[in-house]
């Protein structure tokens, strides 16, 4: 069972000459009022009384009076807390009657819920921070993050080299006639003489050819001349004639190839191998501009999944307020960040966070809550009462969602609330300067 306060006497403290209140349980008291009669001074003095010296006020006495400072405070859990005489020194008494002090307040009060304004103060980030501490997933959701953002820098790396790697492809020049590998002069200039070599070897077949048309010439007429001389030689005659024809038909299929092509290659050999290199450089950035693109959509991919599990993350976990989550390391409710909240999400936000980092603490105080409109007011009174929690509040104005209205250190006015029948209101006493 959450520590709720009970009643509180109050005497001395800043702007407060004497006034005696009795919380709602569950819910709100709204201490209401013109600016500077102690509305504010109530809140401090029982911040004071419970946190410690720590929360004194810098000026605590009220500066009209001779009488120091005194507070008195009873808890639900029996505890009765008190400060009073000249050093305005803590006693806290158990339902025993034996004396503790402030260690055993500190075990079960929280410090952020006497002193809301620190933690509504407090960066996007350490207000995330305490959120993540209350579910108990910061240091997993810490390494995601970390996860996240590392993969996030590889990729707009990657991501970055793709794009100049793109932008080199563009301007490269790429010459769509040129061979697929650089050309060699040595294999252009031995083809050549391949060529020249048979092209050689026909001519000497020619020649050959003309030697022996010549030497059939001369026979024919040394057999005219020579007719004693025919048996001789008709056998060479013959043997010639079939060389003849013989040489004859090869010599008619013979095609001499040209190398005006090669002597051209050779030539622009330099130019060629230029287009070359251009065109297997067009194509290997090509292929790496190709496969950066591949790791940049797996980082992506990658860190989809991180993102997600974060999310899974933060969907399982127990919030302290229905529509509260982290994102990007800051606090967020209903998708606002805190900057874009209205006041009234803000003060019931940090309400909910302070309440779950000391369940045991059962009431907040919270300064300036004329920020809500009546309707709002009402709701978040009604939420205050189905989570338990009791809320010591004030508001500058004398409107009807004020619970007493305080007017020169005294209560003016006690206005009579709507409490659960589970837990009806004791009865107010009057208050009688002086008497503690």
């Given amino acids: ?34 600016n500077g009669q102690g509305k504010t001074s109530v809140l401090d003095a029982i911040a004071w009384a419970l946190g410690g010296d720590k929360l004194r006020p810098s000026d605590a006495q009220r500066r009209e009076s001779v009488i120091p400072p005194r507070i008195h405070i009873e808890l639900s ?10 050093s305005s020194a803590l006693h806290v008494i158990d339902p025993t009657g034996q004396k503790a002090g402030q260690r055993l307040l500190d075990s079960f009060i929280e410090k952020l819920a006497l002193n809301l304004p620190k933690f509504m103060q407090a960066s996007n980030k350490e207000k995330a921070d305490t959120l993540l501490k209350i579910i108990g997933i910061g240091d997993e959701l810490a390494g995601l993050e970390r996860q ?42 031995r083809r050549q003489q391949d060529i020249l070599a048979r092209n050689g070897e026909n001519q000497r077949k020619r020649d050959q050819l003309a030697t022996m048309l010549k030497d059939k010439s001369r026979v024919e007429e040394k057999i005219a001349e020579l007719q004693a001389q025919l048996a001789q030689y008709t056998g060479q005659a013959e043997t010639l004639a079939a060389n003849i024809e013989t040489a004859q038909k090869t010599v008619a299929e013979l095609q001499d190839e040209g190398t005006a092509e090669l002597e051209a290659s050779i030539a622009n050999i330099d130019a060629i191998n230029v287009k070359v290199r251009a065109n297997a450089d067009k194509v290997r950035a090509q292929q790496e501009a190709d496969e ?6 797996d980082l992506s991919a990658q860190i989809d999944g991180v993102r997600k599990a974060r999310l899974n993350l933060l969907e399982k976990a127990q919030m302290p307020l ?20 209205s006041g009234a999400e803000q003060l019931k936000v940090s309400t909910a966070i302070i309440r779950c980092l000391n369940p045991e603490c059962g009431f907040v105080l919270m300064d300036k809550l ?21 809320v010591i509040a004030t508001h500058v104005g004398t409107d009807d969602t004020c619970s007493i209205i305080i007017e020169d250190g005294y209560i003016k006015e006690d206005r009579p609330q709507e409490v659960p029948q589970s837990a009806p209101k004791a009865e107010m006493p009057k208050w009688t300067p002086g008497t503690f």
């Fill in 1 to 34: 069972m959450s520590v709720k306060i009970r009643q509180l006497e109050i005497e001395n403290v800043k702007r407060v000459k004497a006034v005696t209140l009795t919380p709602t349980e569950n819910g709100l008291t709204v201490i209401g009022g013109r």
């Fill in 77 to 86: 859990n029996g505890l009765i807390v008190e400060r009073k005489g000249k």
């Fill in 148 to 189: 996240e953002q590392s993969l996030y820098n590889q990729r707009l790396e990657i991501g970055r080299i793709a794009d100049r790697k793109r932008k080199h492809v563009e301007e490269m020049e790429y010459y769509p006639d040129a061979p697929d590998e650089p050309v060699s002069a040595a294999d252009l200039i």
């Fill in 292 to 297: 950066l693109s591949g790791q940049y959509n």
């Fill in 322 to 341: 229905a529509g509260l989550s982290v994102n990007d390391g800051e606090l967020t409710y209903q998708g606002q960040k805190w900057d874009c909240m």
């Fill in 370 to 390: 004329e920020q809500m409109d009546p309707e709002t007011l009402a709701a978040f009174g009604k939420w205050l009462e189905g989570e338990g929690l009791q």
